[in-house]
């Protein structure tokens, strides 16, 4: 089955520096990937999601970057805010409707 | 839109008791799929439905089920409570069942095992 691997449970970045997130693979035939926020108390918020056919996808201040050969794909916060602390996953589609998920990583930003 | 609805929010049950959480999916959504998260297992799947109908069931026990109305809202049920059932249930909607569109989740329902 599909598994899914962060690289760093946590991660700490100075406030207004780039932050970057990575997310491995292991199903070189999975074609979509979803990156999620999730803050304390609450569920994942959806951020942004990237197809199989594309290798960069932006969007407000996140980009998601995919490398198939490899099969490894990263989050990138541009000029992260104290709002964008929070643990983020990745996860990829095993099945119908069934989301495997990464085991998070938690960005703490310091002022 | 509203986003995902999950009730209640936060149960404290003892071991041996059943419990009942809530699902409403967004509006128009038709496939509703439910996780158990806890800090030793993460993010793991349980169930999903579409059309009233379970399609995919994830490694839990039987004492775990679930089921979806006509209006797309979902329940799920856990029976025989154990100590290792305290996790934060979430659930989470998708239009329908392609495996290309993101599932958008409630803030889930946190149960208390005592």
């Known amino acids: 089955g599909e598994s899914v691997g962060l690289h760093l449970p946590t991660l700490s970045v100075q406030e207004g520096d780039n932050s970057i997130i990575n997310c491995a693979y292991s199903?070189?035939?999975?074609?979509?990937f979803i990156w999620y926020k999730q803050e304390s108390g609450k569920g994942p918020q959806f951020i942004i999601d990237?197809?199989?056919?594309?290798d960069k996808r932006q969007g407000q201040r996140v980009t998601v970057l995919l490398n198939k050969t490899v099969k490894h794909l990263s989050l990138q916060i541009a000029a992260t805010q104290p709002g964008d602390s929070a643990v983020y996953f990745c996860?990829?589609?095993?099945?119908?409707?069934?989301?495997?998920f990464g085991q998070g990583t938690r960005l703490t930003i310091n002022p | 839109k509203a986003g995902v609805t999950q009730t209640p929010r936060y149960l404290i049950k003892t071991r041996g008791q059943q419990v009942t959480l809530s699902c409403s999916p967004i509006?128009?959504?038709?496939?509703v799929s439910w996780y158990q998260q806890t800090p030793g297992q993460g993010l793991q799947f349980l169930f999903e439905?579409?059309?009233?109908?379970?399609?995919n069931k994830g490694n839990f026990p039987g004492r775990f089920s679930g089921r979806q109305f006509s209006n797309s809202r979902s329940e799920m049920n856990v029976s025989t409570l154990e100590l290792g059932d305290s996790a934060l249930y979430l659930c989470?909607?998708?239009?329908?069942?392609?495996?290309?569109?993101?599932?958008?989740f409630g803030d889930g329902t946190r149960l208390s095992i005592l």
């Open positions: 989470a909607s998708s239009p329908g069942v392609a495996s290309n569109q993101p599932q958008h």
């Open positions: 199903n070189s035939a999975s074609d979509y």
């Open positions: 990237i197809r199989s056919n594309m």
């Open positions: 996860a990829v589609y095993q099945g119908a409707q069934k989301l495997v």
């Open positions: 509006s128009g959504h038709r496939s």
């Open positions: 439905y579409f059309s009233e109908t379970q399609r």
